[in-house]
């Protein structure tokens, strides 16, 4: 898949469940999406403090924490404020801390990643 828009100054924090992953999906989806500016988190410590800290265009939950708010299970690397989370839990306090213009991407299936990002990222605010 190949982005022709120019993306970079556009934001994706995305929340998932394992550090590896994140890094190498960082590495392959930035230069496919436009070059925009992707922060992978695997811990709401991190990721709460960056959702406080700035503004986003896209907010990302990987398909591994996808699958286990899916299965009503918590997404792993909780704070002691997010402990027994599912996406439901996040979205409330994602509008409020984001606006309800930020656009979230969810999916249960790596295969999809891409193009809901490029569609998310085609409508979304430029927040560089």
């Known amino acids: 898949m190949e982005v022709k828009?120019?993306?970079?100054?556009?934001?994706?924090?995305?929340r998932?469940?394992?550090a590896n992953l994140g890094v190498q999906f960082a590495k392959a989806a930035s230069p496919a999406?436009?070059?925009p500016t992707y922060v992978?988190?695997?811990?709401?410590?991190?990721?709460?403090?960056?959702l406080r800290e700035e503004k986003w265009s896209v907010i990302y939950f990987a398909p591994g924490a996808c699958r286990f708010s899916a299965?009503?299970?918590a997404i792993?690397?909780?704070?002691?404020?997010?402990e027994g989370w599912t996406?439901?839990?996040?979205?409330?306090?994602?509008?409020?801390?984001?606006g309800a213009d930020v656009a979230v991407v969810e999916s249960l299936y790596e295969e999809e990643s891409f193009g809901l990002l490029a569609?998310?990222?085609?409508?979304?605010?430029?927040?560089r």
């Open 33 to 35: 999406l436009g070059n």
């Open 5 to 14: 828009q120019d993306n970079s100054n556009k934001t994706i924090l995305a």
């Open 87 to 98: 996406l439901d839990d996040y979205r409330p306090l994602i509008e409020e801390l984001q």
């Open 71 to 73: 299965a009503g299970v």
């Open 40 to 50: 992978p988190t695997t811990t709401d410590d991190e990721f709460l403090r960056l």
């Open 76 to 82: 792993p690397g909780a704070s002691t404020e997010t």
């Open 119 to 127: 569609s998310a990222l085609n409508g979304a605010r430029a927040t």
């Open 16 to 18: 998932g469940c394992d």
